[in-house]
């Protein structure tokens, strides 16, 4: 059975009207896309977390910390055992985030929920291995242990790396200058416009 003999018959205006319905949600989408920096998303640069100026101050102190050299945001806030896991996760923490945003729910001072804070111990543990297990022989242990009492969690005693004792968004007064706050994305046509 072909598609067009699933869909009703439809007159000539009907179908225009379809076609520029479906061009619309298709166009409003695209440009949704386009103004929240969607593709900024699909890599790894750091500097596409603070497209949501909340996170400014959370840029700037891990910009001035010894693992700007070596690690981005996704290295420590997302799982990196495989493609699909890390695009899963940052496609819901994303759109919590999101959410966060829009409902005006999110704190002054972010911190990590319980499926991020498992995410986050993780990758201190697959990049830190060797220094646990032999240099200082602290063993390892997971995040689940550390919930149960069984030994710390990795910021128990390092809770300033990477972010410098964010405690209140007041405590980095000079973030916004610090950081690659992007320009918003606007066609000339409305620059222009406003200009006048």
């Not at 920096?37 to 596409?48: C, E, I, K, P």
């Not at 996704?74 to 759109?95: E, L, R, T």
């Not at 995040?143 to 209140?168: F, I, L, T």
């Amino acid at each position: 059975m072909k598609l067009t003999e699933k869909l009703p018959n439809l007159t000539y205006k009907q179908k225009i009207a379809a076609i520029t319905l479906a061009g619309i949600i298709v166009g409003l989408g695209a440009l949704t896309c386009y103004l929240l920096r969607f593709h900024t998303y699909l890599g790894n640069d750091s500097s596409a977390c603070v497209n949501c100026h909340i996170m400014t101050p959370y840029y700037a102190t891990w910009s001035h910390s010894s693992h700007a050299r070596d690690a981005n945001c996704n290295d420590c806030h997302v799982p990196n055992d495989n493609f699909i896991h890390k695009y899963a996760f940052k496609g819901v923490d994303g759109m919590k985030h999101v959410f966060a945003f829009v409902s005006r729910s999110e704190h002054q001072a972010i911190m990590a929920e319980e499926g991020s804070a498992e995410v986050i111990m993780d990758n201190c543990i697959r990049c830190h291995t060797q220094l646990n297990q032999e240099f200082v022989n602290t063993g390892r242990i997971d995040y689940m242990q550390a919930k149960r009492g069984e030994g710390k969690a990795c910021w128990d005693c390092h809770r300033n790396v990477p972010h410098g004792g964010m405690n209140s968004l007041s405590s980095t007064p000079y973030a916004e200058s610090q950081t690659p706050l992007q320009n918003a994305p606007k066609p000339e046509w409305v620059e222009s416009a406003q200009s006048k």
